[in-house]
């Protein structure tokens, strides 16, 4: 009888965490100051991470040490299984091999839990009394409440007020986890209220609300901030998903020709595919293919420009160098809200440039297209962001068929679209718009990138 | 470090399930017929069950081999999960030792496709084009949609009109795996097209659906009705829980002194219990207590009478000997919208009078206060109904805190409430009404169940 699931125990969960900086060809370059574009040391964010973490994002350790309290956290959802899409490939009657890591299972629902509860876990070692983040969606907000929680510090969450009035039930989790949430703009913070006093009425945007966190942190004693993508460290404790992968693959007697993740950040991809991608920089593995998949909403590493630019759109996140459609271009509003960030993981973007890793982007009806497939062949709905993932990977195995290759292709299924069920809606309905990318907007804002000085 | 769950691999998966009737002191009386009132014999169930689960409603054999197809669709999500719930054991303080076996993690995101998959199995084997059901909120016609796409078989959901309207993310679900669904009363039945001659705008009851999709089913060739709970077939199917949950307990070294489900129709609980009931029926484990909870909204086995009723209240369904609150009877509107069914299987009926189980009733806010604290400590957050045991569960921990016992306790944690988040939020609002039960609406309704002739 086919197997369909590749599952380790407890005690086969990894112990370190994989450090990709440790074999790159050269480490992306260092952040910048938001306000003299100067370079920044490690000092300058204590106001604002845990300084352990800190720590872990300069560090060069090829391996990081997983703390027992994280392990015993990461245990609650931990080890995920792997699976061999056998009823898709049979579907799609494709040669190819089709492998996903299935994150869907931790408590929020996605991989975001694997990062909150490290920095729920140092911030509690700091003596911190609790976290700020902001959330659109929700997504981000749920993994912080969920861990904050379990490691009894406090949550401060602001939701884009928008999200906060139209998506209730991301919201309503967070407050079951004991968050506390409260739309962004808010009146507990300078930019809140500066935003307020000009609209009463404004719907908030992810920008304030990072503004109104950070703000909330460094103004509060006992709170630092929670960042759920694009930051090394984040990328860091996500590898635990492709060291486990590793090993499944191990089980299963394979080993993959191309990796695929989705990004909007870029974790979860890099989550799943640095481990591999280990084997290809260090020479064992020098033909994988490790593929990236953003949205064209937000085409930051297929049309953007590489180069510094602001975090965050309100400027007051530290310059990174990373591939970037510009800090105030404002997407187009697709379902896959978590890719709708302006720029990329800087690591990620350096493995893009070192000619490491691959890029592309896809508009939403292809990719909701791609997702019901997998949906009637492998039962699970995924969130309309991993369905970007999905669609490369039937890209991939519609090739294979095409060639008669018989290629291995491995994804992270980096979530469910349980709160997300309105894109199939839609797409179902043909009521799914595919917005074409507004070219003079992305190049008004690239003229807006900061000016470094020599 | 600690161990949180026991997992075991597909390998381990029972290839039979498990048939109580072998052992019970005596099974359950014979359905009869619902205009006739004289009992029903095997063939009356033919137009509308599958024959091979007639066959398997009066079987008496011991353990019934699962067909390799229908074990092969199982590991799609199975051999599910059992946890040790020590986050939780901490927070209570109880010195109880707290088990649970976790079905959220099927696609559909409950216990209910373990069933809809053998259905559909049998009814491809027989040759049928499809299957009809009626679905309340959405789960089981979800379980359906989703297990009859695996097959390729077609699927026809009549929805409640009221929650077709109010609930569209479980339509969405259903309607993305392939099944059509249409809101009850429709115009493709007569049954439904008498309500709406006299109601153009009749919310609906799945009294109402159950009538159109059995109506559906007999008068469309190639089309039969599957039924998601009550029935003995039913109950055999989910006792893959139990079968596997024996196997995980031997893991971690312990037998539970207690094992406790929500029951609606009784098949969750049933699932997980009989398994074990069995060590107790055949003298090994005489102290085992076996708990099925249920809603005070309609509390079949601790307000209502043990005698013949309609199935339905259409008078359409068999009569089943039951604890039954009267078919006439309307529960409250609680959230755990599975749990307002009349009646109750009638095995379990049948062992509550042979004093091989136990029973008991929870309100609404008692039930969702547990949940939180279940999700603040263990992080999931389950159904409505399944927050019924989670309470029971709740209730033996804190007796064992007062006696400083350490008994053992597992509960079947049946189902995640991802689409149900509206009950918690209104328990954190403390807006969550505890209805008074209707006494003389139960009495009324114990006036009209069927006279049976002597």
Chains 1, 2 share one sequence.
């Not at 994280?70 to 080890?79: G, I, S």
């Not at 609209?199 to 992810?206: A, F, I, T, Y």
């Not at 109104?212 to 630092?224: P, Q």
Request: proline share 7%.
């Amino acid at each position: 009888m086919t197997q369909y699931k590749y599952l380790l125990q407890e005690k086969d969960m990894p112990t370190h965490w994989y450090n990709i900086l440790a074999d790159m060809k050269a480490p992306p370059p260092p952040y910048r100051h938001p306000g003299t574009l100067e370079l920044l040391g490690p000092d300058d964010l204590k106001p604002v991470f845990p300084e352990a973490l800190i720590a872990q994002e300069v560090s060069t350790e090829r391996f990081i040490e997983i703390p027992d309290e994280v392990q015993d956290a990461l245990k609650m959802w931990r080890p995920s299984p792997l699976y061999r899409a056998s009823r898709w490939e049979k579907a799609l009657d494709t040669p190819a091999k089709i492998y996903y890591k299935w994150e869907g299972v931790s408590p929020p629902g996605s991989h975001k839990p694997n990062t909150a509860v490290a920095q729920c876990y140092y911030a509690k070692q700091e003596g911190l009394e609790g976290f700020s983040t902001e959330t659109g969606a929700g997504q981000w907000g749920s993994a912080l409440s969920f861990a904050t929680r379990l490691f009894g510090l406090k949550c401060k969450v602001f939701m884009v007020a928008v999200s906060f009035q139209q998506k209730p039930y991301r919201r309503i989790a967070m407050e079951t986890w004991g968050g506390e949430v409260v739309p962004s703009p808010s009146s507990e913070t300078n930019a809140g209220r500066a935003i307020l006093a000009a609209d009463p009425e404004s719907p908030g945007s992810l920008g304030i609300a990072i503004s109104e966190a950070v703000e909330y942190a460094v103004t509060h004693d006992g709170y630092k901030y929670s960042i759920g993508s694009v930051i090394g460290f984040v990328l860091l404790h996500q590898t635990v998903i492709g060291l486990e992968a590793m090993k499944q693959m191990e089980m299963a007697g394979d080993y993959p020709d191309i990796v695929i993740g989705c990004a909007g950040g870029g974790s979860n991809a890099a989550g799943l595919i640095y481990p591999f991608l280990k084997d290809k920089l260090t020479g064992d593995r020098q033909d994988l293919r490790a593929v990236f998949v953003e949205s064209t909403a937000s085409p930051s590493m297929t049309r953007g420009i590489y180069a510094y630019d602001w975090g965050d759109t309100a400027k007051m996140a530290p310059l990174i160098k990373m591939h970037t459609v510009g800090h105030t271009f404002i997407p187009a509003p697709v379902h896959a809200g978590g890719l709708r960030y302006h720029g990329m993981a800087p690591s990620i973007c350096a493995l893009l440039e070192q000619g490491e890793a691959e890029a592309r982007a896809y508009h939403q009806n292809a990719v909701l297209g791609a997702a019901v497939s997998f949906a009637q062949a492998e039962g699970l709905i995924v969130a309309p962001e991993t369905a970007h993932a999905v669609r490369a990977v039937y890209d991939e195995a519609m090739a294979c068929k095409e060639s008669g290759e018989s290629k291995v292709i491995l994804f992270n299924n980096s979530g469910h679209g349980h709160f997300d069920l309105g894109a199939y809606d839609a797409y179902h309905r043909q009521d799914l718009p595919d917005y074409e990318l507004d070219e003079a907007a992305i190049q008004k804002a690239l003229t807006e990138l900061p000016k470094i000085p020599a």
